[in-house]
């Protein structure tokens, strides 16, 4: 019996870059009572970060139109060269006072972002504040830590 051996290669289809950033939102109680009437208008951006080529922040918005709930959206600011958007996979979690994550508490959402605009396919990730005020220690000295992790599919094709 002849010795079989794959002669082939492997090539991927695809690439990904990801990125990890921890946010503070210090004074969160006194972000909550400023985004009054809650109308979801009211957001926190953050610095730019690059990942995968492009330049993305995060918008914290306080209180979410009546919600009991703050929210947490990723924006891309500008594209690398030659692309229009980006397929992007963001996942959240808010981090204890030891700066762990707490288990079961991490959300996600994936869409297609074009530059500037949130994207529209997706919901933004909403965390209760009844969730993040209870006693898990998440709010530490009126401080609220996420860790929030962007990947970015590099070069996707459409048909």
């Given at each position: 019996m002849?010795?079989?051996s794959d002669a082939g290669s492997?090539?991927?289809?695809?690439v990904a870059a990801?990125?990890l950033?921890r946010?503070?939102?210090?004074?969160?109680?006194l972000?909550?009572?400023i985004?009054l009437?809650d109308?979801?208008?009211?957001?926190?951006q953050?610095g730019e970060?690059?990942?995968g080529?492009?330049?993305?922040?995060?918008?914290?918005?306080?209180a979410?139109?009546n919600?009991?709930?703050?929210m947490f959206?990723?924006?891309?600011?500008t594209?690398?060269?030659g692309?229009?958007?980006a397929?992007a996979?963001?996942?959240c979690?808010p981090l204890?006072?030891?700066g762990?994550?707490?288990?079961?508490?991490?959300?996600?959402?994936s869409?297609v972002?074009?530059r500037g605009?949130s994207?529209?396919?997706?919901?933004?990730i909403?965390f209760?504040?009844?969730?993040?005020?209870r006693?898990?220690?998440l709010?530490v000295?009126?401080?609220l830590?996420v860790?929030?992790?962007v990947?970015v599919?590099?070069?996707?094709?459409s048909?």
């Amino acid at each position: 019996m002849a010795n079989r051996s794959d002669a082939g290669s492997c090539t991927s289809l695809t690439v990904a870059a990801t990125g990890l950033r921890r946010f503070t939102v210090d004074s969160y109680s006194l972000t909550k009572r400023i985004a009054l009437p809650d109308d979801g208008t009211v957001y926190y951006q953050s610095g730019e970060f690059s990942v995968g080529g492009h330049v993305w922040a995060v918008r914290y918005y306080p209180a979410v139109r009546n919600l009991s709930c703050c929210m947490f959206e990723p924006v891309m600011v500008t594209t690398a060269p030659g692309c229009a958007s980006a397929a992007a996979t963001f996942v959240c979690a808010p981090l204890d006072c030891s700066g762990e994550e707490v288990k079961g508490t991490s959300q996600s959402m994936s869409a297609v972002f074009v530059r500037g605009k949130s994207p529209d396919a997706s919901l933004p990730i909403c965390f209760s504040s009844e969730d993040l005020e209870r006693g898990d220690k998440l709010i530490v000295d009126d401080c609220l830590t996420v860790k929030c992790t962007v990947s970015v599919l590099k070069d996707p094709q459409s048909v």
